[in-house]
Nanobody
Framework: QVYMMESGGGLVQAGGSLRLSCAVS????????MGWYRQAPGKQRELVAL???????NYADSVKGRFTISIDNAKNTMSLQMNSLKPEDTGVYYC?????????????WGQGTQVTVSS
């Protein structure tokens, strides 16, 4: 079974930094992609950062140059380093893992962690 659990959220002032972690119950090699999403109040969930099995990454334009996604294979942990935080970064952050099993796409989610950036 696949379990994912985020940690590291909290309250921070604008310009500050936070590091989110996602502990995963299975090896990252079982995933096609892994990523971080966020959902602000009243808005749809959006992709923040994505890392593919080959190591390439994608970032939302709004976080490019400020956020960095990384994976520690030895610890089965994915992280999101967030610097120069802005109030608009506020939201619930979710980690996601996507598997392709016999051409079927499966998504797994953590329960989310709240990030609040004060102005």
């Amino acid at each position: 079974q696949v379990y994912m659990m985020e940690s590291g959220g909290g309250l921070v002032q604008a310009g500050g930094s936070l590091r989110l972690s996602c502990a995963v119950s299975v090896s990252f090699f079982s995933f096609n992609t892994m990523g971080w999403y966020r959902q602000a109040p009243g808005k749809q969930r959006e992709l923040v950062a994505l890392i593919r099995s080959g190591g390439s990454t994608n970032y939302a334009d709004s976080v490019k140059g400020r956020f960095t996604i990384s994976i520690d294979n030895a610890k089965n942990t994915m992280s999101l380093q967030m610097n120069s935080l802005k109030p608009e970064d506020t939201g619930v952050y979710y980690c996601n893992g996507n598997q392709l099993v016999e051409s079927e796409s499966r998504d797994y989610w953590g329960q989310g962690t709240q990030v609040t950036v004060s102005s």
